[in-house]
């Protein structure tokens, strides 16, 4: 009988495996993203595009994401566009969302790639910690805006591009927002991103029987520009001891698409994929309790009814 690695380590083998790959064309499809204009989402987009994808993509800067639509124009001979919104102003993510439902009659693929990793805690003008907010808040507040157009479109595909760095730490639903710990920058984004898993499980049970599916994958080890806003030291960590490790981003697209488009995944929903192999996540990340808090949390942190900040204090008040 062959060694077999726990489920927590079976990410290093499966990093490993060859890869599949879908041959599915998405002719006529409309693809919205964010992080089309860096590492993973901007092979993703290449990808898409050239399987015939009509992309359109939320972006923060607004001449990056001109020279990302020409070059998805210049490959695939699509029209794509995009729409400016910061994901750390809330505000702006519902303006797109809106301008978005106002241009479009139906979204078929929906892939949230913005992410960001902060060594440093920082705050976003509203009040959230940076990376809980763009990691998570933004893009479960713009599945929210869309969701209702996604069932109109249905069959359609909502993916998270989540990471195997939920498992470096659990949710502390008593402090969101970092205002009691020390900040640890990968205890903040396994926290974000252990925050997405939990409300995917949420959305696929409210999806059940609508022909929408949402499944998040983890998008390999991959060169990007992820960190690079970080200080000096941990720029140098980056690109002297991390980078050579690190893997071409195109596998990355692949696998987007792969998700995207392969008749295989037609159905299945509620999922996580390291790259194209399904897995599965870390025990805190299953919690479908701390779930449900989450997604009411998050609920009221996105509907700008209330200052976040009192919503974080009540938080760290009541709940246990
Ligand atoms: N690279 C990896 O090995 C790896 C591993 C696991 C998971 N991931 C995940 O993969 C996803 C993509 O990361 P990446 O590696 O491709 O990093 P990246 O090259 O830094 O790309 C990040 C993307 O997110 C966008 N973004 C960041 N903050 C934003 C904001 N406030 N508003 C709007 N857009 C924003 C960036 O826009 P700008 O171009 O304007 O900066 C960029 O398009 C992330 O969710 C990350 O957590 C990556």
Known sequence: MGFELPDELKFISNSRRPQKCASERLDGRVCVMTGATSGVGYQGALRLAAAGAHIVFIARDPEKAENVRRKIEDISGAKAEYYIADLARLEEVREAAGRILEHYPRIDILIHSAGVHFTRRTLTEAGHETVFCVN???????????????????????IQVNSEGHRFNGLDIRDLNWEKRIYRGLGSYGAAKTAQLLTMWEFDDMLKGSGVTINAMHPGAVRSNIGNNNGPLYRFYLHYILRPFLKDPVISGNALHFLSASEELRSLSGRFFNLTHEEIPA??????Q???????????????????????????????
């Open 283 to 288: 025990p805190h990340a299953r919690d479908r």
């Open 290 to 320: 701390l779930g449900k808090r989450i997604f009411r949390i998050s609920d009221a942190l996105t509907a700008g009814r209330e200052a976040p900040a009192d919503i974080y204090k009540r938080i760290s008040k009541y709940e246990s």
């Open 136 to 158: 998570h808040l933004a893009p479960f507040f713009l599945t929210r805006l869309l969701l209702d157009l996604m069932i109109h479109s249905a069959p359609s595909r909502i």
